[in-house]
């Protein structure tokens, strides 16, 4: 199926001075609770631990755009991006770099939830797909390695905050119950 997902939903085509690949991540947590965090494009912060502050430009429909402020630690600062997609039906976000201070020029990603069981509950399965220009005096693999270890990152603190917010779910749905 993840091959079926990246083929119809993560298609980048990355020229010859670019480098493109996709990191997936299983969540045990339902689709619900992860896309109600990815959706947000207006508050990245929720789970994406290198972000201090979001603020956005439009009515967070196609076209919007947010100014990004970086925690320190990292080779930037700021980074505005603008929202390229965002489908609740198929939960697919796709979010393209147009400014800042980084490194990463021409950045655009997808990212694509889809259901999942694991554990025997209900979980999902995120893919994450990215392409951008390998930055002058790296190779595409030194890139590629930077940018999925930052997509690792953030998908490991989106499946944290993510289950968290399952388990806090279950516990007050048994409580519910029990009164």
Not at 12 to 36: G, L, Y
Not at 55 to 70: A, F
Request: charged share 25%; proline share 4%.
């Amino acid at each position: 199926m993840e091959a079926e997902y990246v083929s119809r939903f993560h298609r980048h085509q990355p020229s010859e001075h670019q480098c493109s690949s996709c990191v997936v991540k299983h969540i045990k947590a339902p689709v619900d609770i992860v896309w109600s965090l990815v959706r947000r494009f207006d508050q990245p912060q929720k789970y994406k631990p290198f972000v201090s502050r979001c603020i956005v430009q439009g009515d967070l429909t196609i076209g919007s755009v947010r100014e990004v402020n970086v925690k320190s630690g990292l080779p930037a600062t700021t980074s505005t991006e603008r929202l390229e997609m965002l489908d609740d039906q198929e939960h697919i976000l796709g979010v393209k770099f147009v400014g800042g201070d980084h490194r990463l020029r021409n950045y655009s990603s997808i990212i694509t939830l889809h259901p999942d069981i694991i554990e025997g509950g209900p979980g999902t399965k995120v893919i994450e797909s990215f392409v951008v220009d390998v930055p002058e005096g790296n190779t595409q693999d030194e890139t590629c390695y930077f940018v999925k270890a930052l997509i690792n990152c953030n998908l490991k603190s989106l499946a944290d905050v993510s289950e968290r917010m399952a388990i806090q779910g279950r516990f007050q749905s048994a409580n519910r119950v029990l009164c």
